[in-house]
């Protein structure tokens, strides 16, 4: 008999008839004899409604409110849920993530995880209870309530599963498993029934929302078994593992993500002198934004052009750092542009393959694709393309590796 933590996301449990198909679901794991401690996401949609009512009330409301609001969402769920266990005849309890002191750190919004007590999870299971844990929230130090970031609950669920030992954490959600890339965008996307920690990680921070890179990396670190599953349907979904040196074809590609939350921002005619990106950047993150992607280049008049990405959200406040900047250095122009995508390709498999990076080149510049900024890893490379030409990007790359064949290109 196994121990479990199975996490329910917001589609998931996104009505009461799911809610009870869920309550149905974690019974019959029970009736097998294996003790469950279920995590769940708040219904569907709630986390967005929430954060829109106190965008009703105010431009940037303060970080603990905000977790105090948006923190209701998953308590609404548990408490459901335990209901149409119970009806089942399935003892179960629910917790909220501080009374079974999911301790993180004090940055509201974005809290990590410090500590858990399992202690009083273990009583339950013990005494045959399920328990129904409210993902994406804890508490601090202090008493404060938190929450982990967008999507949390998967965080939640995993770190549940290190500090439990499970045997696996399971994520059940509206897909049956990671695909090679979204199968919402690409009708030809595979299930893959096993991707190595490495390249989720790479997924997960490249745009591929089905798992939060947190709990990718929390898994990774703390070497929890950890598989996607579909709520709706049965399978083995597809499993995060360590590489795997058995494989003799291993794919160059394993899967493509996607973003649409970047805008790229351009500096040009900058006077070409040491410490000029320090001058540009330093301005940027003291102003608390994160920069992603970054190039440079030196014309020939001694004068450098410097373009870098940051977050969508933060782009305004970006523009306004830049102008700023711009005029103290001396910059020609400032330049910024909001319709801009992330396209990357990602695979263990391309450490020991020359060429892939001509390859992607030449699948976009085959349907005429402009491609604004490139950078690469040893297990990625990602493109800025026209935020228009996504899809088409997508499908042309997914093609050109021959994601669609199992095993891929070998
Ligand atoms: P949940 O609410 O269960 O946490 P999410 O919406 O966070 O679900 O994640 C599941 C979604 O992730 C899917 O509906 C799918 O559109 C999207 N997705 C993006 N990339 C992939 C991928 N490579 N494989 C599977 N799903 C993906
Ligand atoms: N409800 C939170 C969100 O929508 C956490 C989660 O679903 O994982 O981001
Ligand atoms: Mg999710």
């Known amino acids: 008999m196994a121990l479990l933590v199975q996490k329910f996301g917001g589609t998931s449990v996104g009505t009461t008839e799911r809610i009870e198909a869920v309550a149905d679901k974690v019974c019959r794991f029970r009736a097998l004899?294996?003790?469950?401690?279920?995590?769940v996401s708040a219904m569907s949609g709630e986390t967005n409604r929430l954060i829109a009512l106190a965008d009703a009330i105010m431009e940037q409301p303060?970080?603990?409110?905000?977790?105090?609001?948006?923190?209701?969402?998953e308590q609404v769920t548990i408490a459901l849920l335990s209901m149409a266990l119970q009806k089942r005849g399935c003892d179960a309890r629910s917790y909220t993530g501080s009374q079974v002191r999911i301790l993180t750190d004090r940055s509201h919004t974005k809290a990590r995880i410090r500590q858990i007590d399992e202690q009083r999870m273990r009583e339950d299971l013990s005494a045959g209870r399920v328990v129904v844990v409210a993902g994406f929230q804890g508490?601090?130090?202090?008493?404060?309530?938190?929450?982990?970031?967008r999507g949390g609950s998967d965080t939640t669920a995993v770190a549940l599963a290190a500090a439990l030992k499970a045997d696996e954490c399971q994520i059940y959600t509206d897909v049956d498993g990671v695909y090679t890339t979204d199968p919402r965008v690409v009708d030809s996307a595979r299930r893959l029934d096993r991707i190595t920690f490495e390249e989720m990680i790479e997924m997960a921070s490249l745009g591929s929302k089905v798992l939060q890179i947190r709990a990718v990396e929390f898994a990774g670190k703390y070497n929890v078994p950890l598989r996607v599953l579909s709520s709706f349907q049965e399978g083995d979904g597809t499993l995060i593992t360590l590489e795997d040196n058995t494989v003799m074809e291993q794919p160059v590609v394993s899967g493509i993500a996607f973003n649409r939350d970047e805008a790229k921002l351009t500096i040009s005619g900058v006077p070409d002198t040491p410490g000029s990106a320090l001058r540009i950047l330093k301005p940027i993150s003291s102003a608390n934004i994160e920069v992603d992607m970054i190039v440079q280049n030196v014309g020939a008049d001694n004068r450098t052009d410097f373009t870098f990405t940051v977050h969508r959200n933060d782009f305004r406040r970006a523009q306004e750092?830049?102008?700023?900047?711009?005029?103290?250095?001396?910059?020609?122009?400032?330049?910024?542009?909001?319709?801009?995508?992330?396209?990357?390709?990602?695979?263990?498999?391309?450490r020991s393959h020359a060429g892939v990076a001509t390859q992607m080149f030449e699948a976009l510049s085959n349907e005429g694709i402009n491609i604004q900024m490139i950078s690469t890893s040893e297990i990625k490379i990602s493109?800025?393309?026209?935020?228009?030409?996504?899809?088409?990007?997508?499908?042309?790359?997914?093609?050109?590796f021959d994601l669609h064949r199992p095993g891929g290109e070998a």
């Open 33 to 39: 004899g294996h003790d469950i401690v279920v995590v």
């Open 62 to 73: 303060v970080p603990r409110e905000m977790d105090v609001l948006i923190s209701t969402g």
């Open 139 to 149: 508490v601090d130090d202090l008493g404060n309530i938190t929450t982990l970031g």
């Open 321 to 350: 750092v830049l102008e700023q900047v711009g005029r103290d250095l001396g910059a020609r122009e400032v330049n910024g542009d909001t319709k801009i995508a992330k396209v990357s390709i990602v695979g263990v498999g391309m």
């Open 383 to 400: 493109v800025v393309i026209n935020e228009k030409y996504l899809e088409l990007a997508v499908r042309a790359l997914h093609s050109a």
